[in-house]
DNA sequence: CGCCTCTGGTAAAACGTTTTACACGTCAAA
DNA sequence: TTTGACGTGTAAAACGTTTTACCAGAGGCG
């Protein structure tokens, strides 16, 4: 009983009507069915349950009807609350216009081997979404200029003009720096995610930018890696208050490195707010429910994901030949700071 | 300079040989190419950097080389560290021998409008693998029986005949039961998932077997529903503690219940393992980074999504009719569990 | 010499769609 | 009555592969 495929060509049959006729009735493409003729086509449609095969569709329209959403290869990128909301927020984007997602992971094999032009090469995406990349990532380059549907999601290259969507991270940094100074800190630390995430040297330029219109420098020794985790976060809170028993206040470039920095804190037997605040950027979830609620910029993550993924069709569809877009970020303020306490 | 995507039959022309012998070239079907000719073809791919439309090849072997990994709509499913080590394992496995994966959720509009069966009817994939799976999921009835590329991954429907491999829950529940009781614990708990999860119910019963045979008793009081959440965990432990003040030991049915557990505990003044001992299930990451160290039961997660990937391409290149496979579990001793306290 | 087999290769069908170009009335206007 | 326009429908080409069936020539053999 194996059920054969069914094709269009058996609805025609069934229906009595050509190959033709049933395609266009099923496309609504013309008016010129008779009423009747339409319902015979529906009717055969329904009895044999047919469903029209993608392939073939794909193979006729040159669309695949895929879009890729490229993941760096992290320790556990799939585990990630960052890259999650991302996720989701580009599959249900995607789901509502009728796009399916591909999953891919940028290992060095893969780009190695050529296979992200593959995607495009060989017809199976439409475009792609780049999330999580570093001003490291050179096979970008390959991609850039007008013309390929590829876009990257919350970051950019200063190197390559690249399709993006993308936070306002220097206005972040810039907004936590005056917000820490009216608060009436003075030694401020910055704890970034990576120097070779373009993202996090804005936050940077922009925290610096804030402080030295007050009046307040970021000394190198005030700077620390935190790696974007949240142990990265931990130590590095640590190693900067080791450096500078003095430092009330430290920003961090995301919120599971300010989470990892208060527990590096307490653990030092420093309260937070009370002796050093910190303020983190993302807004996740989780910084709602930690102790203490954390005060953080808040960055319209999944608001990004469905921008990038709209974008994205607009460049499939050729309705735009490129995107570069930046969102504004606002803060969210909750008990994680406060004022430093007097001397 | 819009470049036209090139086909087999470019390389033709440009070899000089035909549609056929290129096909039979880039195939290795056969061995009947003269090496000369062989080598004019290869040298006009190369010269054109062709690469086979993959719409075209999938029309023709009715293969889309792709599979879907089904996941359930949870708060946040891309975020959770089980899950996200399972679609690494998939990913990985399925990247390795030439499948890409298409990432969908199983939300309730997306079972109603019966997309789930569409991706096999409109040849979208060749398979699924179903993660996160509960016996409330009725629509899987339509996957049972032989015949559809279908795998259910680390659980299985009582209900319906499905492919499935599966971690073995029960002697989970056993082997936990047996180590508490070996420690000397009697008045043991449970926080347990959710009791529309089969794996769930086995893990409690092997729990319930495995004291009843030291001739303890696992009262209904003594059981709590933790969600799977951190949080759930936390409430769940509290509100055991409260009823059992004499409690000894907790089974919790995750890792992130029986963090949340010690959480909890400690929050009510209770020490873990001194006065409370916790035992996980999972052995995710983070088991051994929390305070104290998890011990858990150990389910191989990695090892069981790239299981599940090979049976499904088992299964799609109908090598095989049927998938029922059980991995076995073990221990792992950390430090969350210890003798209860002499009284 | 006629027949057979082997070697290297090709033409054409098939996969299931969409789209383009044409065909066959019928009916109104010239 | 012709002409053209319209309304309804269809045959055939195209998308880019793989596969099946066939062909031409060369050499071996009786």
Known sequence: MKRKTISIKDVARESGASLTTVSLVLNDRDQRISPA??????????????????????????????????????????????????ISAIHDHA??????????????????SNQ?????????????????????????????GAGKAVVVVNNYLPAFKLNHVCC???AAGRMAGEYLLSL????????????????????????????HTGGVK?????VEDGLYTEEGGEAAAKRLLKRNPGATAILAGNDKMAIGAITGLKDT??????????VGCDDMHQAGYCDPPLTTVHTPIYELGKRACERLMDLIRGRVEIVEEIHPVNMTYRKSASPPKPE
Request: charged share 25%; aromatic share 8%; hydrophobic share 40%.
């Open 37 to 86: 003729t339409r319902q015979r086509v529906l009717q055969a449609v329904d009895r044999l349950g047919y469903r029209p095969n993608r392939l073939a569709q794909g193979l006729q329209s040159q669309k695949s009807g895929l879009i890729a959403i490229l993941v760096p290869q992290l320790r556990h990128a799939f585990a990630d609350a960052y890259f999650g909301e991302l």
């Open 95 to 112: 789901s509502e216009v009728g796009y399916k997602i591909l999953l891919e992971v940028a290992r060095p094999e893969f780009i190695k």
């Open 116 to 144: 992200h032009q593959e995607l495009f090469d060989r017809h199976f995406v439409d475009g792609i979404l780049c999330c999580g990349v570093t001003n490291k990532d050179a096979y970008l380059k390959e991609f850039a």
């Open 168 to 170: 306002d991270y220097k």
């Open 184 to 211: 009436g800190h003075r030694r401020i630390g910055l704890i970034h995610g990576a120097h070779e995430v373009q993202t996090s040297l804005d936050l940077q330029r922009g925290f610096e930018e804030a402080l």
């Open 218 to 222: 970021l000394p190198a020794s005030m």
């Open 269 to 278: 037997g420093h309260r937070v707010p009370e002796d050093v605040s910190v």
